[in-house]
């Protein structure tokens, strides 16, 4: 009986792990950074100026990495990148709620995150902005999605922003 128990136990487990499937490391193209994003994802262009793009289009979970080198840049500190880089996401944007700063430590870093609820291009968008002081760079992990999937992709977006790593 014990033993019927545990078969049937094993039964229900081994599918919903198969279903599972691991994380994948994408690698940014200047070689300076790394990010951990579902198998599911893939590299996509969404914006040619980000070392990482990467996106899900079925569940509409999208994510890009821009970095700056730190000593290039005068007088910049966290506050200062992600006020600019906020800004410069906002300015583009129709009707934003802006929710944070929220302070974090991603790789070890100090970092600030902030939610967005706002409309481009005729679509209402949710983003997850989140700014890292790095060892030598400033990165911003930009995330988005439609509000319709935020429930159901939410805990990708954050896990995958939060696996940001900088490469020596």
């Known amino acids: 009986m014990k033993m019927t128990a545990c078969l049937l136990a094993l039964c229900a487990v081994i599918p919903a792990a198969m279903a599972q499937a691991p994380d994948k490391v994408v690698v940014a193209s200047d070689k300076r950074s790394q990010i951990t994003v579902p198998a599911s994802w893939d590299t996509l262009?969404?914006?040619?100026?980000?070392?990482?793009?990467?996106?899900?289009?079925?569940?509409?979970?999208?994510?890009?990495?821009?970095?700056?080198?730190?000593?290039?840049?005068?007088?910049?500190?966290?506050?200062?990148?992600?006020?600019?880089?906020?800004?410069?996401?906002?300015?583009?944007?129709?009707?934003?709620?802006?929710?944070?700063?929220?302070p974090m430590t991603i790789d070890g870093h100090p970092a600030v995150q902030y939610e967005i609820r706002a409309a481009s291009g005729g679509r209402n968008i949710f983003y997850l902005h989140t700014t890292i002081d790095g060892g030598a760079l400033f990165s911003q992990v930009l995330a988005w999605t439609l509000p319709s999937h935020l429930d159901a992709v939410r805990p990708q977006l954050v896990k995958a922003v939060g696996t940001y790593h900088e490469v020596k």
Do not use: C, M
Not at 45 to 73: C, H, M, P, R, S
């Open 45 to 102: 262009q969404l914006n040619e100026a980000a070392e990482i793009q990467v996106g899900n289009e079925t569940d509409e979970a999208y994510l890009i990495v821009l970095t700056e080198i730190k000593e290039d840049l005068a007088g910049w500190n966290l506050e200062k990148h992600s006020r600019v880089t906020l800004g410069k996401l906002l300015s583009s944007l129709s009707f934003p709620a802006v929710t944070g700063p929220k």
